[in-house]
């Protein structure tokens, strides 16, 4: 019998209009068909170290399947994991934490979303950077809350402006996120820019999400946390993890620190979603934080030595101009001396240059006039992506 075409039409709820994407991965599967027709594309679309993850955190996670943490562990992560985490967090951010303020989830972006989900009604407002990573905006709008962007401007390095932001606070603002090192332009938010922020937020009931996930890998200075300002680790939930520092991006693991009360409203959400994070994972979590750091050093490094040779290159081609990032892997190329609109020319030079970059508005509307390129690939593959937009330049601008 031959099956019947299906009669019913798909009827979504209305929230999930609202419901935005991660372009790198749409940006991936295209470059990936391309490939399969037999073009060469360099990859500078994805957001993920292109290191191994460190050998002594892989025999952990072997060493932890074979001696059997294969089962379900407590929704908010096992507890040797969880103190290791608020050992590290009370270390570098100088403040006291407790197992109980920290919540594994498999990824970073639980804890945005749990965050979002928990803090925002219908109405409240939530102040995120723009450019920013897109899943704040998205999150925020999802939940039926009123996204309130907040402007990265290129002349101020693409630190947050303080005397805007306080304009933005109104009664309805529940919270603001900041991201430091920032995902897409590499910008830093300096201790007094941090302090500025916290004076700006004064006594209000307004919690920060602060995204330091790229925390390990600022290149000049010491990363300061907001949640280390006198009288704000209570309003601070930090979000940190594995992916970036350890090159475990595949491993989904990363996690919050919070208040312990709002941990256990996290938790649930846990337990309603993905009730665990896997179990040898946070074995292996364990041996990251407190087994050697070197390769972390290591990866630092070099993701500052490929930045500085992109962007010098980049600044010779015409049509384009770029600042240095001051921190994670990602460079944020003005592209407004081409003529060209943004995701007109990633398309362009994905299709006839076989680069693969983002276009800033994939970060929001006030990334128009950017690319993000990732440079989590070799300093080969990068001279190679710079040549080929170069020589497209030449044939069409």
């Not at 068909?33 to 955190?57: C, M, R, W, Y």
Request: aromatic content about 8%; glycine content about 8%; charged content about 20%.
């Amino acid at each position: 019998m031959i099956a019947q075409s299906m009669q019913h039409e798909l009827l979504l709820a209305r929230r999930m209009s609202r419901l935005g994407t991660e372009t790198a991965f749409e940006v991936l599967k295209k470059a990936r068909a391309l490939e399969q027709q037999g073009k060469s594309i360099i990859h500078l679309e994805i957001g993920e170290p292109d290191f191994d993850t460190p050998a002594n955190v892989v025999d952990a996670a072997v060493d932890a399947l074979r001696t059997g943490w294969t089962h379900y562990g407590p929704s908010a992560g096992l507890p040797e994991l969880r103190q290791a985490i608020a050992d590290y967090v009370s270390r570098t951010r100088s403040v006291e934490v407790s197992p109980d303020e920290v919540v594994v989830v498999p990824g970073g972006k639980p804890i945005i979303f749990f965050t979002i989900l928990a803090l925002i009604d219908e109405g409240d407002e939530a102040i995120y950077p723009d450019p920013g990573f897109p899943i704040y905006e998205s999150m925020i709008n999802y939940v039926g809350g009123k996204a309130v962007p907040i402007q990265l401007r290129e002349e101020r390095d693409f630190a947050m402006d303080v005397n805007e932001l306080a304009s933005l606070i109104t009664d309805r603002t529940k919270l603001i996120i900041l991201n430091s090192p920032q995902n897409p332009t590499g910008g830093v938010l300096q201790r007094r820019d941090i302090e500025q922020v916290a004076e700006v937020i004064g006594n209000r009931n307004i919690l920060v999400l602060s995204d330091e996930i790229y925390s390990r890998l600022q290149f000049e200075g010491k990363p300061f946390s907001i949640m280390s300002v006198p009288g704000m680790q209570e309003r601070t939930i930090l979000l940190d993890g594995f992916s970036k520092t350890y090159a475990m991006t595949g491993w989904r693991m990363g996690y919050g620190v919070m208040r312990a009360d709002l941990a256990t409203h996290i938790t649930r959400l846990m337990t309603n979603s993905n009730s665990c994070t896997a179990s040898f994972t946070q074995m292996a979590g364990i041996e990251a934080l407190r087994g050697d750091q070197s390769a972390v050093g290591h990866m630092c490094t070099e993701f500052q030595r490929r930045s500085e040779a992109f962007v010098a290159g980049l600044n010779r081609i015409k049509g384009f101009s770029c600042r240095m990032p001051k921190g994670a892997f990602y460079v944020f190329a003005n592209i407004t001396g081409t003529g060209w609109k943004s995701k007109a020319l990633a398309d362009a030079l994905l299709e006839q240059a076989g680069v693969a970059a983002l276009s800033g508005t994939a970060f929001g509307k006030f990334g128009e006039g950017y690319l993000r390129f990732s440079v989590a690939n070799s300093m080969e593959k990068l001279q190679q992506a710079l040549e080929r937009i170069e020589q497209w330049t030449k044939q069409n601008l």
